[in-house]
């Protein structure tokens, strides 16, 4: 069995209303995720991490076709497949990270993600219904403009990671982009947006 990721070997996180990030022998009352030992970025106890998959709750992903911009543990993807996402499209621009990702994603017997190395989202004509990243705000402000490439009316986008400094900012593109905001929150050291592509 691979190490479990906390040196407390029983330590259960709640996440939202319906998740925890737990080891696998423990029983849980909520949706499981476990995480392998490793130094990647989304362990459940960081505050954007927490709101993403809040606010991922509040969506409806069940059937939906997800992109997961800036990985990390791969913890939103895993929790995007376990709402019932159809497709999850992960990637990271670590090597290290995308390592730990599917290890995650085996752990967790999660068959509908597909993790790789990359440090942009693709040119393509492929479209998500979904797209999360929670990463720096100066990354998703240069990914801004393939963020709409890879949108569709409709399209929910929900970024964290985003610095208070940097909020308008971010918000201002995405506006101009075609988005519409739809909730900001603003935590005690970053913001999440939750936008939709009009």
Request: hydrophobic share 40%; aromatic share 8%; glycine share 6%.
């Amino acid at each position: 069995m691979k190490q479990w990721r906390w040196k407390t070997e029983n330590k259960i996180i709640p996440i939202g209303k319906t998740f925890a990030v737990a080891p696998p022998w423990i029983e849980i009352n909520r949706i499981r995720i476990s995480l392998v030992m490793g130094s990647s970025f989304g362990t459940g106890i960081h505050e954007t991490t927490i709101s993403c998959i809040e606010e991922m709750e509040n969506i409806e992903i069940k059937g939906r076709k997800v992109l997961d911009i800036g990985t990390g543990s791969g913890i939103l993807s895993i929790a995007a497949s376990k709402l019932g996402a159809e497709e999850i499209i992960a990637f990271d621009i670590d090597p290290n990270a995308v390592y730990e990702c599917s290890q995650n994603i085996e752990l967790n017997s999660v068959k509908n993600v597909k993790c790789s190395i990359a440090s942009n989202i693709p040119q393509s004509e492929e479209k998500f219904d979904i797209i999360l990243a929670n990463i720096f705000d100066s990354a998703i402000l240069g990914m801004a403009t393939n963020i709409k490439t890879a949108s569709q009316r409709g399209t929910m986008a929900i970024l964290s990671g985003i610095s208070p400094e940097e909020s308008y900012t971010v918000k201002r593109k995405f506006i101009h982009l075609g988005f519409s905001l739809i909730k900001s929150r603003f935590l005690e050291e970053y913001v999440t947006y939750v936008l939709q592509m009009r």
